[in-house]
């Protein structure tokens, strides 16, 4: 799908160089201005601006409702508290173990596709595409990824970064591939061995999987994993302080201080109320009903944003070559079916657009 996307740009930005009135815009000229490739700037110069782009779409498409994505919000949230309410009402009613340990199961994956769309909501928030008014979307925003332990505000301004410098191979946040440099050098999670003596193990790459799924989202917000090494707002040595939930991180510009700790307020909110809901109905019903269906969230979210990244026709670029229009071009559309276009709001399916229009 990115291939067809790109290969669509191009002919219409060479169809657009026989009009008067298009031309390749400041973001491709200063881009052009910077390479000495000349190969590299034939190439910038068939892609149009963003603004051509723009103009092709109709101008309804940038006009959300505020109704329209309420109704999404009342509909997410009442089948997960719906689902919530029946596991809790007849699953522990279930005699035979085996029975109710599947029960749970189905309900954990079930609730955490459901979660994924009332994550996605909140990330349309901090988009500004839940509605045309800044501070409703904040507001929502932070009411939807607090209820999901999601640092609302945290998340909020390094994944604008991280769309401001898709494909960047130096300030993207998201899933910046590491270079030959980085490969060769040792570290603890190669036990300081030569990763490319285990690169195709089996065994290896299952572990690696593992915790690239379970605990990849954690990791990124804690210790800025994954992101490019100049995506950071200044210099920091101590990796404690490269974390989401730091008011004055690394991460972050000092202005926005304020709004990481409103982040963490929602998120001890939160967790006070889980605190709460365990004294009540004890930690193993709380982690069944929540903790379980959370991993699965930030599964999906991790795989979800990895294969939108990752695929041997994606390219990252280099300083010199990197245009916004070319990094948001790099990504790839997904197909999940029914459970994309339904539960998850049709992020997988629509992913270079919402690169170029978030």
Same mark, same amino acid.
């Given at each position: 799908?990115?291939?067809?996307v ?7 930005? =060479? ?29 910038l ?5 963003? =603004?051509?782009?723009?103009?092709w ?27 919530g ?16 340990? %599947?029960?749970? +199961? ?6 955490g ?28 925003? &932070?009411? +939807?990824?607090?209820?999901?332990l999601?640092?609302?505000?945290? &998340? ?17 946040? %998201? ?49 800025? %994993? ?12 101590? &990796? ?49 009903l ?7 969230v930030?599964?999906w +979210? ?7 990244h ?11 070559? &990197?245009t916004?229009?070319?990094?948001? +071009?790099?990504?790839?559309? =997904? ?24």
């Amino acid at each position: 799908m990115a291939t067809t996307v790109t290969s669509t740009v191009q002919t219409r930005s =060479r169809a657009a160089k026989q009009q008067p009135d298009l031309h390749v815009p400041s973001l491709q000229v200063e881009a052009v201005a910077s390479s000495p490739d000349k190969a590299a700037v034939d190439e910038l110069q068939d892609f149009p601006d963003v =603004r051509t782009i723009r103009s092709w779409i109709p101008a309804h498409c940038f006009q959300p409702t505020v109704a329209r994505s309420m109704s999404y919000v009342v509909r997410d949230y009442a089948l997960a508290l719906g689902l919530g309410y029946a596991a809790l009402r007849f699953i522990p009613q279930i005699d035979d173990f085996y029975w109710r340990s %599947a029960a749970w +199961l189905v309900y954990g994956y079930v609730q955490g596709l459901v979660c994924v769309g009332i994550w996605i909501l909140g990330h349309e928030c901090g988009h500004g595409a839940f509605s045309t008014h800044r501070r409703f979307n904040d507001v929502m925003g &932070w009411i +939807l990824h607090s209820s999901l332990l999601v640092p609302y505000f945290s &998340w909020k301004y390094s994944h604008h970064r991280h769309h401001n410098h898709t494909g960047h191979m130096e300030k993207d946040m %998201a899933f910046v591939p590491r270079t030959v440099a980085d490969r060769g050098r040792k570290r603890l999670a190669n036990l300081y061995m030569d990763s490319d003596l285990f690169e195709d193990t089996p065994v290896v790459q299952a572990v690696k999987l593992f915790f690239h799924q379970l605990v990849g989202w954690q990791t990124y917000l804690l210790i800025n %994993a994954s992101a490019g090494k100049a995506s950071l707002q200044r210099d920091e040595k101590n &990796w404690l302080r490269v974390s989401h939930f730091e008011p004055t991180s690394a991460v972050f510009r000092s202005n926005e201080a304020l709004f990481i700790a409103l982040s963490d307020l929602g998120l001890g909110l939160v967790a006070t109320a889980l605190y709460f809901a365990a004294q009540a109905v004890g930690w193993q019903t709380v982690t069944l009903l929540y903790i379980v269906p959370y991993l699965w969230v930030h599964h999906w +979210l991790v795989a979800i944003t990895y294969l939108h990244h990752n695929h041997p026709e994606v390219h990252h670029y280099e300083p010199e070559a &990197w245009t916004y229009v070319k990094g948001a +071009l790099a990504t790839i559309d =997904r197909d999940f079916g029914w459970v994309g276009r339904v539960l998850f709001h049709n992020i997988i399916d629509d992913h270079v657009v919402h690169h170029l229009f978030p």
